[in-house]
């Protein structure tokens, strides 16, 4: 494929631990999706999440190690390059998000939630400035002996941060002050033993899903952002029969144009394909999908809409897929080889 000026850019996260690059840069063939690898960084071990600037100059990455950090990378034709020391966060940090002048980090191993604030150059502070440490437990044995945030982002409104935690069965609301001060506006408890990992926001901006790990089932909730309050309604399978072993799902996406919703689910190693109504409260599983490889520990659509990506962890490669537009479900149309890959994310 010839990269074009008009071709995007996809930043693949990997675990260097599990031999993984670092961070991989691809061309985005606009037209098929296809992706073409251009570059990789491994200036940090284990970038398991991504974020990108408003601007796409700044991308920044957690270093999901035990003492855990936050780095920022300038982007390049080509690899992206260090721009500032690393910044020292919770333990275990698996996701990332920008909201007002700060990044925020989800701190898997601590359960807590750091706020890094930014210069006027986009580099973070030498030092986080807040950081919100989360309380209570679950009833499953290993998985929820404490808290565990596993993901952090803004609300539609820009007004709230959210945060989810596997280990307590929530979600937190949040505030963020002037000084970087994260302070618990309201928790909202989910089933017991649910696991909650990830959230997406109807592109309506009322109703929000949650995506629980220890059970494959979607968490359907209405969401007001003038009062920052979250309200489950009801809960949906993600899988027509669930296999034995081990099943874990790990992403879900909703379509630009609110119609579809996709998730991923480790193990069972399958895409679920959710039709919505109108009102966005009844997700209808249509269909599943092989994701393609093996452990797909995250799932992103392109901007246009037309492309979905898996990050298929221990197969080590990132499956894409061309979406019916009428029907929502997604047909393989290629892979590029990504040891460990763990998030896939586009400018």
Same mark, same amino acid.
């Given at each position: 494929?010839?990269?074009?000026?008009?071709?995007?850019?996809?930043?693949?996260?990997?675990?260097?631990?599990?031999?993984?690059?670092?961070?991989?840069?691809?061309?985005?063939?606009?037209?098929?999706?296809?992706?073409?690898?251009?570059?990789?960084?491994?200036?940090?071990?284990?970038?398991?999440?991504?974020?990108?600037?408003?601007?796409?100059?700044?991308?920044?990455?957690?270093?999901?190690?035990?003492?855990?950090?936050?780095?920022?990378?300038?982007?390049?034709?080509?690899?992206?390059?260090?721009?500032?020391?690393?910044?020292?966060?919770?333990?275990?940090?698996?996701?990332?998000?920008?909201?007002?002048?700060?990044?925020?980090?989800?701190?898997?191993?601590?359960?807590?939630?750091?706020?890094?604030?930014?210069?006027?150059?986009?580099?973070?502070?030498?030092?986080?400035?807040?950081?919100?440490?989360?309380?209570?437990?679950?009833?499953?044995?290993?998985? &929820?002996?404490?808290?565990?945030?596993?993901?952090?982002?803004?609300?539609?409104?820009?007004?709230?941060?959210?945060?989810?935690?596997?280990?307590?069965?929530?979600?937190?609301?949040?505030?963020?002050?002037?000084?970087?001060?994260?302070?618990?506006?309201?928790?909202?408890?989910?089933?017991?033993?649910?696991?909650?990992?990830?959230?997406?926001?109807?592109?309506?901006?009322?109703?929000?899903?949650?995506?629980?790990?220890?059970?494959?089932?979607?968490?359907?909730?209405?969401?007001?952002?003038?009062?920052?309050?979250?309200?489950?309604?009801?809960?949906? &399978?993600?899988?027509?029969?669930?296999?034995?072993?081990?099943?874990?799902?790990?992403?879900?996406?909703?379509?630009?144009?609110?119609?579809?919703?996709?998730?991923?689910?480790?193990?069972?190693?399958?895409?679920?394909?959710?039709?919505?109504?109108?009102?966005?409260?009844?997700?209808?599983?249509?269909?599943?999908?092989?994701?393609?490889?093996?452990?797909?520990?995250?799932?992103?659509?392109?901007?246009?809409?037309?492309?979905?990506?898996?990050?298929?962890?221990?197969?080590?490669?990132?499956?894409?897929?061309?979406?019916?537009?009428?029907?929502?479900?997604?047909?393989?149309?290629?892979?590029?080889?990504?040891?460990?890959?763990?998030?896939?994310?586009?400018?």
């Amino acid at each position: 494929m010839v990269v074009g000026r008009h071709a995007g850019r996809a930043y693949i996260g990997s675990f260097t631990a599990a031999g993984g690059p670092g961070v991989l840069t691809a061309a985005v063939d606009p037209d098929t999706g296809a992706l073409t690898a251009i570059g990789a960084t491994d200036a940090v071990a284990d970038p398991s999440y991504l974020a990108l600037s408003p601007a796409g100059d700044m991308l920044y990455a957690v270093s999901e190690t035990t003492d855990g950090a936050l780095a920022a990378f300038r982007t390049t034709g080509g690899a992206p390059e260090l721009a500032a020391p690393l910044v020292p966060v919770g333990s275990a940090p698996t996701h990332l998000a920008l909201h007002a002048g700060h990044v925020l980090t989800a701190d898997y191993r601590s359960g807590s939630v750091t706020a890094v604030p930014l210069g006027a150059d986009g580099t973070p502070a030498p030092a986080a400035s807040g950081q919100l440490r989360h309380t209570g437990s679950g009833p499953h044995p290993q998985r &929820q002996q404490g808290p565990h945030a596993h993901q952090v982002l803004p609300d539609p409104s820009g007004r709230w941060a959210v945060s989810v935690d596997l280990g307590t069965d929530s979600v937190r609301v949040c505030a963020l002050d002037g000084n970087g001060d994260l302070t618990l506006h309201r928790e909202v408890a989910l089933r017991p033993g649910s696991g909650p990992r990830h959230l997406v926001f109807h592109p309506r901006g009322d109703r929000a899903y949650v995506l629980n790990e220890l059970s494959p089932t979607l968490t359907v909730c209405a969401w007001d952002a003038e009062d920052g309050t979250l309200k489950p309604l009801g809960e949906v &399978q993600l899988l027509v029969d669930v296999p034995d072993g081990d099943v874990y799902p790990s992403e879900v996406v909703v379509a630009p144009d609110g119609r579809f919703l996709w998730t991923a689910t480790r193990g069972a190693d399958v895409l679920s394909v959710l039709a919505l109504d109108e009102a966005g409260d009844t997700p209808r599983l249509t269909a599943t999908v092989s994701c393609g490889g093996h452990w797909p520990r995250d799932l992103a659509i392109d901007p246009s809409g037309r492309h979905l990506y898996a990050a298929n962890e221990r197969s080590g490669d990132v499956t894409w897929f061309t979406i019916d537009q009428e029907t929502g479900i997604p047909r393989q149309a290629g892979a590029i080889e990504a040891p460990a890959a763990s998030c896939v994310i586009f400018d």
